[in-house]
Structures are given as structure tokens and as C-alpha cells.
């Protein structure tokens, strides 16, 4: 398994803005992308700072989703949202997952 860790910044006041836009990258979704999970969260201290989990079942299925031209169409309204309520370019952090339990 392979994952990602994306975090980011809400502008101020756009905190209400996040499940819109967590509902427009599910529409994008394709089958068969490799995705297992994807979890958004927002830190409990600092509501305008935003986390992403996604995991996949490897990096090569992730690489590939990012090039699907039917995710891409799905995506334009969802990147026009992340333009609006973002402060500033999300940051990746590229991650191999070592263990995941799910109970």
C-alpha cells in the first residue's frame, strides 16, 4: 500500500466550504482507481488548517489516477472550489504504508 498526506490552509470563513468540497472529489472518483481510503480532517486546535488521507492499493494505481482524463473532467469544478476556499497550494507528503488495521 501506498498513501499521501495532503495538508493545507481554509482561508478565513471558508471553514463551512469543506464537505462541498470533500463531496466533489467523491463525484470524481472512477472505479478501479486504487483508492482504498481517503480521509479528510481538520485540526481540532486550528480549524483552518486541513488534513487529507488517501491510500492506495500502490503508488503505480495512484500515479496512473492522477492521469485518468475521466477523473480530470470530474475535477474542474472541485479544483475551481480548492482555488476559492484555499489559502495558498496544498503541500504532499508521500508515504509507504508500513501497517494499517481497520476494526
Not at 86 to 96: I, Q, W
Amino acid at each position: 500500500m501506498w498513501a499521501q498526506l495532503i495538508t493545507t490552509r481554509l482561508k478565513p470563513g471558508r471553514e463551512g466550504d469543506l464537505p462541498l468540497l470533500v463531496e466533489q472529489l467523491r463525484a470524481a472518483e472512477q472505479p478501479g482507481s486504487g483508492l482504498l481510503r481517503s480521509t479528510a480532517m481538520r485540526d481540532a486546535n486550528d480549524p483552518s488548517r486541513v488534513y487529507m488521507m488517501v491510500v492506495f492499493e500502490s503508488e503505480e494505481k495512484a500515479r496512473a489516477r492522477e492521469n485518468d482524463p475521466r477523473r480530470l473532467e470530474g475535477l474542474q469544478t472541485a479544483r475551481a472550489t480548492m482555488a476559492e476556499i484555499f489559502d495558498g497550494a496544498p503541500e504532499f507528503v508521500d508515504l509507504t504504508v508500513v501497517d494499517d488495521i481497520s476494526l
